[in-house]
């Protein structure tokens, strides 16, 4: 099968799903979510032609995640509305036979760069690195001088994911491998864009994080250089989404790593990436689920969403994050309660019907007493089953009753940096992203994807009765997706 007819049945596969995709009842309204099939790793969304291009990982005619890779295509102004658009990228030549898989795309003079890794299962080695080329970011061609770097052994099977990051007069592309004494990144440098030649292991050694460093991102935030991380076979875990916090040395094109920063604290956030707005900003936006974990949608035949963009900062040598302001457009209809009390051992809310809404808490740590608050989403009709929140002064646990994985439940201290927190639940009927806020800026993010019992919101204090500062409920209005495939 030659490339475009790759292509051609991939956009027509998708339009044909149109309908039955919109009426899927798992399907969340305001995050981007595959159109068809599987879709996975988002590649660092681009401000091209007075839109974000927005490419992923997608094969859209069956929800398994080991079938061969085409690069899905949107654009988008702000995320709040997007237009899907013909798939760019299709397995055609034998070096990427099994898959055009993940990468990045960079621009120069106009012109977009995208970097990829061509997967054939069957010859060594198994991947290497290739290019395509595009003036108008729709089409792309592929050079004849693909791939572009190969491993320097065939029996080298991790050798992937290329991110590209400018520094000085060059450009550096970061590739993630398996080395004897752990996982390591390798740097190569350009100064066209098609030749590119190894310069430095740029960081290496650290077997406590993992046996393969996928997806990576680096961006200068403050006074730190944030290098993001998806590694394979940590903490016990297959996969996990971290940050380092380090320099970058321009001189000998290596990193020195100071710190490991958790990004998010859920069971469904990988493959994380920077992005830069065209007013300067540094913004996050990751896939929304896991390899290996549950996949609910899997019944209405597909799999993967994207996370919403998070503002990311450094404050106080903090890694601070925030939600984009244009979110606050899709709020609708909302109810406002202040200084609440939420009763010993009865529900404040019976069972409340909502399952895609922005709902804000606000707490002071004194009024917990010796008390504790528990909130449960996505519940049956008893209140269990679902998306469990209890806080008391000690901590926050948040435990998903709808999945049987290692990974959902976890305990945060959000009382670490001050006595008063405000927690936003962004509820979307299959999914929720969970922000935890100090003061002016979210500390830990949480993402979970659910496998809903009902769509009722529960909420009742135990020991003794609860005041909450404030209480919102907004709900939300979904984010269009127009087809012009």
């Known amino acids: 099968m030659n490339k475009e007819d790759m292509k051609r049945l991939c956009d027509q596969y998708i339009r044909e799903k149109e309908s039955e995709c919109r009426e899927h009842r798992l399907r969340p309204r305001y995050h981007f979510s595959s159109p068809a099939g599987w879709m996975n790793d988002p590649h660092p969304p681009i401000w091209f032609a007075g839109e974000y291009q927005l490419y992923f990982n997608l094969y859209p005619f ?18 709040t509305s997007f237009r899907l658009l013909p798939c760019v990228l299709a397995p055609d030549q034998d070096y990427d036979r099994d898959g055009c898989a993940s990468g990045c795309v960079a621009e120069r003079d106009g012109i977009l760069y995208a970097y990829y890794t061509g997967r054939n299962y069957y010859r060594l080695p198994r991947e290497v690195q290739c290019m395509a080329v595009s003036r108008d970011g729709n089409h792309f061609v592929k050079p004849r ?45 350009s100064g066209d864009m098609y030749s590119w030649t190894f310069e430095s292991v740029f960081l290496s050694g650290i077997k406590e994080l993992g046996s393969m460093w996928e997806c990576p991102s680096l961006r200068r935030i403050g006074a730190a250089d944030y290098l993001i991380l998806s590694p394979e076979k940590i903490d016990g875990v297959d996969q996990r989404c971290i940050c380092l916090k380090g320099t970058l040395d321009p001189e000998t094109v290596t990193y020195s790593y100071q710190e490991r920063l958790e990004l998010d604290y859920g069971a469904d956030f990988y493959a994380a990436q920077f992005y830069d707005t065209p007013e300067g900003e540094v913004r996050l936006i990751a896939w929304m689920s896991r390899w290996k974990n549950q996949h609910p949608t899997i019944k209405e035949g597909w799999i993967g969403s994207l996370t919403l963009p998070r503002k990311v900062r ?35 809310f019976q069972g409340r019907k909502e399952n895609c809404a922005w709902i804000t808490m606000v707490l002071e740590r004194s009024a917990l007493k010796e008390g504790i608050l528990t909130a449960v989403f996505f519940g049956d009709e008893q209140g269990t089953a679902g998306l469990c929140l209890t806080i008391d002064r000690m901590r926050l646990t948040i435990a998903n009753e709808t999945v049987s994985h290692p990974e959902r439940y976890r305990e945060i201290d959000v009382w670490k ?52 500062e404030r209480l919102e409920i907004a709900k939300m209005g979904k984010t269009p997706v127009e087809y012009q495939l």
């Not at 909302?334 to 009865?346: D, G, K, L, S, Y």
């Open 62 to 79: 069956q929800p398994e995640g080991v079938r061969p890779k085409c690069w899905g295509h949107a654009s988008t102004g702000d995320f």
């Open 145 to 189: 001088k693909n791939p572009i770097l190969t491993p320097d052994s065939p029996d080298r099977n991790d050798y992937r994911d290329p991110a590209v990051f400018r520094l000085r007069e060059r450009h550096i592309m970061l590739l993630g491998v398996k080395e004897e004494d752990g996982p390591a990144l390798l740097a190569y440098s």
């Open 314 to 348: 450094e404050e106080n040598g903090r890694l601070c994050f925030s939600i984009p302001e244009e979110f606050r457009t899709l709020r609708g209809e909302e109810e406002v309660w202040e200084h609440i009390t939420a009763e010993r051992n009865r529900n404040l």
């Open 417 to 468: 940096y001050g006595e008063r927190t405000k927690l936003d639940i962004l509820l979307d009927i299959s999914c929720a992203e969970i922000c935890i806020n100090d003061s002016e800026f979210i500390t830990h993010c949480v993402t979970h994807c659910v496998s809903p019992e009902g769509d009722g919101i529960w909420l009742k204090a135990t020991g003794t009765d609860i005041v909450l």
